[in-house]
């Protein structure tokens, strides 16, 4: 009788159930192997909620991502929506993702404004249809769209990207064009005189991406025009739901200029916006300005003021304009005040910048030319806006408006025939967007002397690395056309969705049956033992430190907002935000997993949102998006782009697949498409160059030195992505994914060969005959366990697996160990608490009790935090810190997120600590 492979065994294992010690960790953990199991408990109806209590509110509509398990749902499935009361709802339904069989992995979902309801089932069925659906109609130079309520004309050449929007036969908005004000120098003192340029934006090219019917969305492509000049690239996203009367824009610029430190010009952006012009109609005393102020305070007043004056037009008249409402004909007014009407001011202009995330000012003035009274101020506006009057107006929202600093809000010409609203996401009365690299090299000119920098700053520096060509930024707003001037409750809820936009999402439990993002890697809180629980609170404890830290320390501003620093400064009681490779994270050891993982297992809000403003900063700014580099991220430091370690490990796709599949948000799905042939890259840079012993190595594209761990991970993780989302290059990714899977296993020693040599143009590694032990301790710290876990689960390759299986066993093995098996031992390695969930998937995989006690040893016993650690603050303030708050000098985020993913895959795979 021929031998049962070791693969099929470990399969029966998890259907049949583990041995007793690991049988409370296995349970819906380990479904994920049992095939029909999962597919029953997963592919049933699914309950889903609101990320937060609020619903939907006034957004135009929702869109989530929903995994299914292997088998579950042929690609042709439709799905039925239902709210708490048993109502059939529209939804819109395409797919995300495939398994490999070609069933379908992720599902996305698209609701609009009639789910009002606070949780909904989803379930395979026929969905019902919207009673007033959305349209896209393509006709002539324009792209009309059609929500049943409002109609929006989008260009398709020229300057203006929105043409007009309209409410029935009502214009309420047009000519939505984008604004670039350049500065062409900077100057250090005072003795210079400022001088812009103003650029608009130019479409070159429109595409209608979804055309309803509960969802629409549009695409426009270009850059900023002024002459013959057109620089900085846009791409801006459109979304239209069925039956709402606002919509949404997704509005990204990728920076393509020059700032060269010492030169005498350069392309400083000194504004940044979006523009509408808002048809005025009604008479000046029934035109409204709101503006928003701090949590969902507004400043409410008419352009032509009837309050506060010295004569009285009658108490009904005046709250009738301080709520909104068109006023009585001035006939029945008090004539004291009617026949005085000409001589009260109209205040056409208004204007809000937040400059900082502590403060805003708000100004107004009559008119260009005249001088500007203050109205008011506070410490975070929301970044909501209406004009208007009672015959219609436009509101107006820019999401993490103070967090997102220097921004601002303009009405103008108010008083006019026609208003003109901007959105600043940077604001002119900001200084000057400054990118210069920070310091002059201080003669670093050789790879020698750059080491020496990095030994001493943790910089590594190379001349004419430190550019932001490249990267980029993305902005979220919202726009409401509205037929009358909305009241108080209503402007407050479009307040709330522009600072929190609403999300429905699947509960925990639909991700761990699916068996989706490492299947087993990951399981639901359990505070049921003493250890597990002191495990819960020390993962609790880390995010609430850096949820506070962001606001402590300020954290925020328009290129960092989303990103948090690498390591801290005992001294100075301050994190080294200055000290080269020290100051920001740029997703250096995966903070971005650790946090999407503990958002998976948990559905908290306050995570997700965390993530989210993570996935969205370094996906964009940390990483190239056009030049040479395009495809490669930057390695932390003082500024997100200044370290001239450009590599694959943090434009790595695994960082944002979890945000794609969870909202089908198109924007992080074009950087995901964008990394497939980032193995390209490799003849541009050689990320070895510096410490590479072979000063002769000539990138070869049949023969490109491209190590398994922190390069291959970042490769394959877009390749595996494109292959599920069945993109438009996924049977080359496929191909790469199985073939790099198959060298990487048939050589000598696996993964502990280190690396080897790819062709391009087959997608393989040469095997080489000659054994060799490259082990480094960032290598498997960048997402390869989590990505080998979903490889394992997807592709029957049993080599690959135990190659893998292999590398967890002998990284925290025994010098002598580790020399038994290889004939060398590893050399001198570090980051052991991290790598114990290599020893717990091993474990889980093998059922072997000694290595699932090394994993608990190494977790609790070893480097980064331990038991003995404090897991508590201390309180600062001054003289001693700049503002009080508090402190926790023994934590790093290096340690944070080995720690944190650690934690959570021990406690799934292995269950209870010992």
């Not at 940044?272 to 007043?301: A, C, K, N, Q, W």
């Not at 001589?343 to 107004?364: H, V």
């Not at 250890?531 to 609430?544: V, W, Y």
Request: aromatic share 12%.
């Amino acid at each position: 009788m021929s031998p049962i492979p070791r693969r099929a065994i470990l399969k029966a294992a998890a259907v049949a159930g583990a041995a007793a010690q690991f049988s409370r960790a296995l349970g819906s953990a380990t479904a994920h192997a049992a095939g029909p199991s999962r597919k029953q408990a997963a592919g049933g109806p699914v309950e889903l909620t609101w990320l937060e209590d609020g619903g939907l509110g006034a957004a135009p509509g929702s869109t989530l991502g929903v995994p299914w398990p292997k088998g579950a749902y042929d690609k042709d499935q439709t799905f039925a929506l239902t709210d708490d009361g048993g109502k059939s709802l529209p939804v819109q339904t395409w797919p995300l993702a495939y398994w490999p069989d070609g069933s379908l992995k992720w599902t996305a979902h698209a609701i609009g404004p009639q789910a009002d309801a606070k949780k909904y089932t989803l379930k395979a069925g026929t969905p019902a249809s919207p009673a007033k659906k959305v349209t896209v109609d393509r006709k002539g130079g324009t792209v009309d769209v059609d929500t049943g309520v409002i109609t929006a004309r989008i260009g398709t050449s020229g300057d203006t990207l929105v043409k007009s929007v309209r409410r029935g036969a009502t214009e309420i908005a047009k000519d939505g064009r984008l604004v670039l004000l350049r500065q062409g120098e900077i100057e250090d003192g005072d003795q210079g005189t400022e001088k812009y340029e103003r650029f608009e934006s130019a479409i070159g090219e429109v595409e209608v991406e979804q055309d309803g019917p509960v969802r629409a969305v549009v695409r426009i492509d270009g850059k900023h025009r002024r002459g013959s000049r057109s620089w900085l690239p846009f791409s801006v996203r459109l979304y239209f739901y069925a039956g709402a009367e606002s919509f949404r824009m997704v509005h990204t610029i990728t920076y393509d200029g020059k700032q060269e430190p010492g030169e005498a010009s350069g392309d400083f952006i000194r504004g940044l916006g979006v523009r509408f012009t808002v048809p005025m109609r009604d008479e000046s005393y029934d035109r409204h300005i709101r503006i928003g102020g701090d949590g969902t305070g507004l400043l409410r007043e008419a352009v032509k003021g009837i309050t506060g004056l010295r004569r009285d037009p009658g108490a009904a008249v005046q709250a009738a304009q301080f709520e909104g409402k068109k006023l009585p004909d001035p006939a029945t007014w008090d004539q004291r005040v009617t026949s005085r009407l000409h001589l009260i001011p109209e205040w056409g202009d208004y204007t809000l910048a937040q400059l900082s995330a502590d403060g805003f000012t708000l100004r107004k003035r009559t008119k260009k030319g005249h001088g500007w009274i203050a109205a008011g101020g506070g410490h975070r506006a929301s970044g909501f806006g209406y004009v208007g009057g009672a015959s219609g107006g436009l509101a107006f929202g820019l999401r993490d408006f103070w967090e997102k600093h220097p921004a601002g809000l303009d009405i103008r010409g108010a008083q006019t025939e026609e208003a003109e609203v901007t959105l600043w996401l940077w604001s002119p009365e900001a200084p000057p967007m400054d990118l210069r690299f920070y310091h002059d090299g201080m003669g670093q000119d050789t790879y020698a002397e750059q080491l020496e920098g990095l030994n001493i700053t943790y910089e590594d520096y190379e001349p004419g690395f430190g550019t932001p060509y490249g990267i980029a930024r993305t902005s979220e707003l919202l726009f409401w056309a509205h037929d009358t001037t909305p009241a108080a409750d209503a402007l407050a809820r479009q307040v709330e969705a522009v600072r929190t936009l609403p999300q429905l999402a699947a509960p925990p439990r639909q991700f761990l049956t699916a068996g989706v993002f490492g299947p087993g890697l990951y399981s639901e809180p359990d505070r049921s033992t003493p250890a597990k629980a002191k495990i819960e609170d020390h993962l609790d404890f880390l995010f609430t430190y850096y949820k506070d830290q962001v606001e402590q320390r300020r954290w925020y501003g328009f290129w960092d907002y989303g990103d948090v620093m690498h390591s801290y400064d005992t001294a100075r009681h301050q994190w080294r935000y200055d000290v080269g490779g020290y100051a920001w994270d740029n997703s250096e050891l995966s903070p971005d997993l650790w946090l999407w993982y503990a958002y998976l297992r948990s559905g908290r809000a306050d995570i997700f949102r965390f993530a989210e403003a993570m996935t969205r900063h370094t996906g964009e700014v940390d990483v190239y998006h056009l030049g040479k580099w395009a495809g490669l991220g930057t390695r932390h430091g003082v500024q997100h782009y200044a370290d001239s370690a450009k590599q694959q490990r943090i434009a790595n796709t695994t960082y944002r697949r979890f945000y794609y599949f969870l909202t089908a948000d198109e924007r992080v799905g074009d950087l995901m498409h964008a990394n497939v042939d980032s193995d390209e890259t490799f003849l541009v840079l050689d990320p070895q160059r510096k410490v590479r012993p072979d000063p002769d190595y000539k990138p070869d594209r049949h023969a490109l030195s491209i190590g398994f761990g922190t390069d291959w991970s970042g490769l394959v993780s877009a390749w595996l992505t494109e292959w599920e989302r069945r993109g438009p290059k996924w049977e080359k990714a496929k191909a790469r994914v199985l073939s790099t899977m198959e060298t990487i296993a048939a050589q000598p020693n696996g993964f502990v060969q280190g690396s080897g040599l790819y062709d391009l143009d087959t997608g393989k590694f040469a095997v080489t005959e000659k054994p060799a032990v490259s082990v480094s301790h960032l290598s498997a710290v960048f997402g390869l366990n989590e990505l080998c876990a979903e490889l394992i689960d997807l592709v029957d390759n049993e080599k690959f697996e135990e190659a893998y299986l292999d590398y967890c066993r002998y990284f925290n093995a025994t010098k002598a160990e580790q020399k038994a098996r290889y004939g060398a031992d590893f050399g001198s390695l570090i980051l052991f608490q991290g790598h114990s969930r290599l020893d717990a998937y091993a474990a889980h995989r093998t059922e072997d009790k000694k290595l699932a006690q090394r994993a608990w040893d190494k977790f609790l016993r070893s480097d980064g935090y331990t038991e003995s650690a404090p897991w508590k603050t201390e309180k600062v303030s001054g003289p001693t810190a700049l503002v009080p708050g508090s402190e926790a000098p023994w934590v790093s985020t290096n340690d944070t997120a080995l720690y944190g993913l650690a934690a959570i895959e021990n406690l799934a795979l292995l269950g209870e600590p010992r």
